[in-house]
């Protein structure tokens, strides 16, 4: 069965950082393209960024623009969301998801497989 997990949420002040990992079991993740996204509460699910297999993006929403940055590490089959300078308003369940073709065609509104979301919570 193919799955995603999100790994590295949690409590921090704002300012602070965080980095989120995204890895996979049942497939290789290598060859997929994959999505960070994000929902906070009463909010629609909002597309971050995408990285394709061969690590291009496709940039970021004026919203994380400057402060999040999104890289693979397919050695270790890892894709990672480094996020900087958090601000309350980036409280919220982050996910990963995979796109089956390798240059983020599906995102975001065609996402074959998600993880179940790893909660980031931004406060003093």
């Known amino acids: 069965q193919l799955q995603l997990v999100e790994s590295g949420g949690g409590l921090v002040q704002p300012g602070g950082s965080l980095r989120l990992s995204c890895a996979a079991s049942?497939?290789?993740?290598?060859?997929?393209?994959i999505g960070w996204f994000r929902q906070a509460p009463g909010k629609e699910r909002e597309g971050l960024s995408c990285i394709s297999s061969r690590g291009g993006n496709t940039g970021y929403p004026d919203s994380v623009l400057g402060r999040f940055i999104i890289s693979r590490d397919n050695a270790r089959h890892t894709v990672y969301l480094q996020m900087n300078s958090l601000k309350p308003e980036d409280t919220a369940v982050y996910y990963c998801?995979?796109?089956?073709?390798?240059?983020?065609?599906?995102?975001?509104?065609?996402?074959?497989?998600w993880g179940k979301g790893t909660l980031v919570t931004v406060s003093s």
């Open positions: 049942g497939f290789a993740l290598d060859s997929y393209s």
């Open positions: 998801a995979a796109d089956t073709g390798r240059y983020c065609s599906g995102y975001p509104y065609g996402m074959n497989y």
